[in-house]
């Protein structure tokens, strides 16, 4: 098992910024890809960013050249840096861990991203 637990999420005025965290605890060995999805109130959860083990990115492309996705492993974290948010950008904003060769994937709880003026 894994245990995903994020932080960072607020309020901030559009054209802001704020950094999510998410700390991975548990068997994380088998982990090779973690990630970013939001979901806005009455939306379906859509994503935002991943990393591989190799360090490889891939963006949505509504967050492309905003967002930036980053890790530390030897903190077993990974972070979201949001700049230039707009209030299209609201949502809860989950952690995503996935192991593509034992199919296995986990969530954390959320954090609320909320931008408004």
């Known amino acids: 098992q894994v245990q995903l637990v994020e932080s960072g999420g607020g309020l901030v005025q559009p054209g802001g910024s704020l950094r999510l965290s998410c700390v991975a605890s548990?068997?994380?060995?088998?982990?090779?890809?973690m990630g970013w999805y939001r979901q806005a109130p009455g939306k379906q959860r859509e994503f935002v960013a991943h990393?591989?083990?190799?360090?490889?990115?891939n963006y949505a492309d509504s967050v492309k050249g905003r967002f930036t996705i980053s890790r530390d492993n030897a903190k077993n974290t990974v972070y979201l840096q949001m700049n230039s948010l707009k209030p299209e950008d609201t949502a809860v904003y989950y952690c995503?861990?996935?192991?593509?060769?034992?199919?296995?994937?986990?969530w954390g709880q959320g954090t609320q991203v909320t931008v408004s003026s």
């Open positions: 548990g068997n994380t060995f088998p982990i090779n890809r």
């Open positions: 995503n861990a996935e192991s593509t060769q034992f199919s296995l994937n986990y």
């Open positions: 990393i591989v083990s190799g360090g490889r990115t």
